[in-house]
């Protein structure tokens, strides 16, 4: 049996699915409104919600997508009661996540947020290209035109910045100096790209797609400030060997078996700017024709 752990509505997670039907395998779509009381029968450990219900030891398989699994903590009214009991189902929690995590998966729920400082620094570790980047609470080395500030966190959205509107941090250049000092932010060099790459990475295989985002001044800081009257073109592309061979070094050493990673290429060399663990790949799977929904499928 195949564990989903995803989100209401996610479509990647559903395209999956619809492989999953045809393959005649059976799985378990777990979605981040669920929550699970931990029970016990014949000696085994089962988790129930209001909408699944199975024995931690019939899956066979498992892909962290999104969202994660939640619990149901019994309160008591003694204080001291409380406290026990919430150790006691920490570490049930724990030993079934374990238990899951320790099966044949696809991403993990306990390392899905990669801290991007940290990753940056082994990226160049092992021979990538990186732009140069500081962090600054004021603009007093920053090089006007010539430098980018970009989100330090792995989620770029903002949600209900507004009464019932989310919003989308995106790269942007930076024009101009702040008089004042603001929250450490994150700074790096303006790089004169030729096009970027987005690479789909799955146990040891990279799938990579150059997209041409400099050919419209929409796109040209951030592709995803998308231009639905002049879509960017998109092809398939091949990363060097030997970017490839240190992408699956700086994976392993991740421990990340799947992960979108972002490149910009420019001139003979390819600047390695961060990993998405779970980005989305559903637009280069199919402009590329890449079919990676299905090779999700298979592998599960």
């Known amino acids: 049996m195949i564990l989903i752990i995803s989100q209401n509505h996610e479509i990647t997670t559903t395209e999956v699915i619809k492989w999953l039907l045809k393959m005649g395998k059976s799985f378990i779509r777990v979605n981040e409104d669920e929550v699970f009381d931990i029970k016990t029968k014949e000696k ?3 988790i129930e919600s209001h909408r699944n219900r199975f024995f931690i030891d019939e899956i066979t398989s498992v892909w962290y997508r999104r969202g994660g699994l939640n619990f149901r903590h019994v309160q008591y009214k003694n204080e001291s009661i409380n406290i026990n009991m919430n150790e006691y189902q920490h570490w049930l929690e724990d030993y079934i996540k374990k238990t899951l995590e320790s099966k044949k998966h696809i991403n993990k729920e306990s390392n899905s947020d990669v801290n991007k400082l940290l990753v940056l620094e082994k990226a160049q570790k092992i021979g990538l290209d990186v732009p ?80 041409f985002s400099q050919n419209n001044e929409q796109t040209k800081v951030d592709f995803r400030k998308y231009n639905d009257k002049k879509p960017t073109r998109k092809v398939p592309y091949d990363l060097p060997k030997d970017i490839e061979e240190k992408v699956c ?26 990993i998405n663990t779970v980005g989305q790949f559903l637009g280069p799977s199919v402009t590329c024709n890449y079919s990676l929904e299905k090779k999700i499928a298979d592998y599960l």
Not at 152 to 178: A, C, F, H, L, Q
Not at 179 to 199: A, G, H, L, M, V
Not at 261 to 273: R, V
């Open 44 to 46: 085994r450990i089962y």
């Open 132 to 211: 140069s980047y500081f962090l600054a609470s004021n603009t007093d080395d920053v090089v006007l035109d010539k430098t980018i500030i970009k989100t330090i966190g792995g989620n770029p959205r903002m949600e209900n910045i507004i009464k019932d509107s989310s919003g989308m941090m995106y790269t942007t250049v930076v024009k101009e100096t702040e008089n004042e000092d603001f929250f450490i932010t994150f700074f790096q060099e303006k790089i004169e790209k030729d096009f970027e790459i987005r690479s789909f990475y799955l146990n040891g295989k990279i799938w990579s797609t150059a997209i």
């Open 249 to 274: 070094l700086l994976m392993q050493s991740l421990d990340l078996n799947c992960g979108s990673l972002d490149f910009i290429k420019s001139g003979d060399k390819h600047y390695f700017l961060e």
